[in-house]
């Protein structure tokens, strides 16, 4: 049996659409029709609002207590948000983010995943300086992505897949606007993002769970 497990924020939890029909939900659908023979079991432990401290402080329970064959990680999108409260400081900073990251991809693999899979988050046409700071959320969320782009680099054991990349080359290729692919408040995916990201994730997934069959 294989075990996949989706770690993550509301970008994985599919915050705003219906369950059925999110990203993460249509892998799961996808993969038990592909692979109809296997024991495949998916589990989404995202959770709306969570940024990678968050993500440590639950994962010895959500991820460190279960058999997790293949682990897909997905962070950022908050870390780099900009609140009120916090004075015009990030809620995670950027060196804390690639700390917490590693973090992450360390633990897995030494609870016993076989494969972690990292992605960069799509980008946000949101254009707004956010609080307290000349930044705004879309510049603040591609920094973050370049900060993935590194710890990927950094550990050539785990599988990257760049959504980031992706979006920009579909909403040049198909004259799209980033508006399309996401809600009214230009973080969350709408319908064509989660799409988007089904098209780029299933593939890379897919894959890896026929190598794992295979080697049984």
């Known amino acids: 049996m294989l075990n996949v497990y989706f770690f993550g924020d ?20 996808q993969l038990h029709r592909q692979y109809e023979l296997a024991e495949i079991t998916v589990t989404n432990t995202s959770i709306n609002g969570n940024t990678t401290r968050m993500a440590l402080e639950r994962m010895p329970f959500d991820v460190q207590s279960h058999e997790v064959d293949i682990l897909l990680v997905g962070f ?37 995943s076989r494969q972690v899979i990292l992605r960069t988050n799509h980008p946000s046409p949101r254009k707004d300086y956010m609080i307290n700071n000349d930044i705004t959320y879309g510049e603040s969320n591609h920094i973050y992505n370049e900060i993935i782009r590194e710890v990927a680099k950094e550990n050539p054991e785990v599988v990257f897949v760049d959504i980031e990349q992706k979006f920009e ?18 973080v969350h995916l709408s319908l064509m993002g989660h799409t988007l990201y089904f098209d780029c994730i299933y593939p890379v997934l897919s894959g890896i769970v026929a190598d794992m069959l295979k080697e049984g």
């Open 10 to 29: 509301s970008i994985s939890f599919g915050q705003g659409i219906s369950v059925d029909l999110t990203w993460v939900n249509r892998i799961a659908q």
């Open 76 to 112: 950022g999108m908050n870390d780099c948000n900009y609140w009120l409260t916090d004075k015009g400081v990030p809620r995670v900073s950027r060196s804390a983010f690639k700390a917490n990251l590693q973090e992450i991809i360390d633990r897995a693999f030494a609870f016993g």
């Open 169 to 186: 080359k579909y909403v040049e290729v198909k004259k799209v606007g980033l508006e399309k692919l996401t809600l009214p408040d230009g």
